[in-house]
């Protein structure tokens, strides 16, 4: 079945440290991959997206993804988080060969220490 | 260009009641999806609409839910005699015809008492 892994459901880094968020998804071919970012009882902002060539992409807010092949991964980082990065991250991916839908990670919620 | 509109933001039923919660897309967008956020989960696919179409839909409870997108006016998913599992945050997503980025609304939070 078509799923997507977010293996870290809760993560704390303080202000300033760099952050990478772990994505996995499970298809033989390559899907178009999505990072969303959630604020407390907010919809869904798009922060990136991956369809197709280099494979490091940059998104808003000063963060970036990189599609590995090989290891099924999209990882979200970001070098340097600021207080207003606190949030719920989701992976998401759209598998070509079917609907057009979404599938969803579970998401990790992002704590920022002082 | 206005974003997704979704009303209402909160709705509160109690059980046995219906839900309807209206998804207007973005301008120039003509597809339209809807998916449920339980508590401390990530999203799930529900439904998949164009004008007057249901594309897929997969993700949708087999009983008590439908959705529409008319010609005219918003999208409507509806909830007939809603049950306390059915409280969750509903967001609609809309994008333009072969666009694979989806645009999504802030989400109708339903509680069912």
């Known amino acids: 079945a078509q799923s997507v892994t977010q293996p870290d459901i809760h993560i704390t880094v303080s202000e300033g440290a760099s952050l990478e968020l772990r994505c996995n998804y499970s298809?033989?071919?390559?899907?178009?991959l999505f990072w969303y970012v959630q604020s407390p009882g907010q919809g869904l902002q798009l922060l990136l997206k991956?369809?197709?060539?280099?494979?490091l992409v940059q998104g808003i807010k000063g963060f970036e993804a990189e599609f590995k092949r090989s290891q099924s991964s999209f990882n979200l980082r970001k070098p340097s988080v600021h207080w207003s990065d606190a949030a719920e991250y989701f992976c998401?991916?759209?598998?070509?060969?079917?609907?057009?839908?979404?599938?969803f990670g579970q998401g990790t919620r992002l704590t920022i220490n002082p | 260009n206005a974003g997704v509109m979704q009303n209402p933001r909160h709705l509160v039923r109690r059980r046995g009641q219906e839900a309807r919660l209206r998804c207007s897309p973005m301008k120039g967008h003509s597809h339209v999806y809807w998916y449920r956020q339980l508590p401390e989960e990530g999203l799930k696919f529900m439904v998949y609409l164009q004008k007057e179409n249901i594309i897929d839909e997969s993700g949708m409870p087999k009983e008590r839910f439908s959705a529409e997108f008319p010609k005219e006016g918003p999208s409507i998913l509806r909830i007939q005699q809603v049950v306390r599992g059915d409280s969750a945050a509903y967001f609609c997503?809309?994008?333009?015809?072969?666009?694979?980025?989806?645009?999504f609304g802030p989400g109708t939070r339903l509680t069912v008492l």
């Open positions: 991956y369809f197709s060539g280099d494979t």
């Open positions: 298809y033989g071919a390559t899907p178009y």
């Open positions: 998401a991916v759209v598998y070509i060969q079917g609907a057009q839908k979404l599938v």
């Open positions: 997503a809309s994008s333009p015809p072969s666009m694979n980025e989806q645009f």
